[in-house]
């Protein structure tokens, strides 16, 4: 059984910074694609940001890029995602998932974490 586990979701002022990890069990990350997506409330589930070990590709949605960044430590079985500057809008349901195929699309994850939720003040 695949198991998805996050923490390090909060409540933090605009500015501020929150370190969000994933650990797996059940899967071994390096033979597929991790990622974060987010869903605020009334709005569509959406990428963060991914990573493929095995094709060596990182993603990060426009609304991110230079503000968060993912790493994965392959030997824990743990993916992180550093949020730096958030701003309200960063508000959600932050999810880890996994992809066999390596794709960082909701159609394409097949496990899912439950959540952590993240709020940012203002």
């Known amino acids: 059984e695949v198991q998805l586990v996050e923490s390090g979701g909060g409540l933090v002022q605009a500015g501020g910074s929150l370190r969000l990890s994933c650990v797996a069990s059940?899967?071994?990350?390096?033979?597929?694609?991790i990622g974060w997506f987010r869903q605020a409330p009334g709005k569509e589930r959406e990428a963060v940001s991914c990573?493929?070990?095995?094709?060596?590709?990182?993603y990060y949605a426009d609304s991110v890029k230079s503000r968060f960044t993912i790493s994965s430590d392959n030997a824990k079985n743990a993916v992180y995602l550093q949020t730096n500057s958030l701003k309200p809008e960063d508000t959600a349901v932050y999810y880890c998932?996994?992809?066999?195929?390596?794709?960082?699309?909701?159609?394409?994850?097949?496990?899912w974490g439950k959540g952590t939720l993240v709020t940012v003040s203002s």
């Open positions: 059940g899967v071994t990350f390096d033979d597929y694609g």
């Open positions: 998932a996994v992809s066999k195929a390596g794709l960082c699309r909701s159609d394409g994850i097949d496990y």
């Open positions: 990573i493929s070990s095995r094709h060596g590709s990182t």
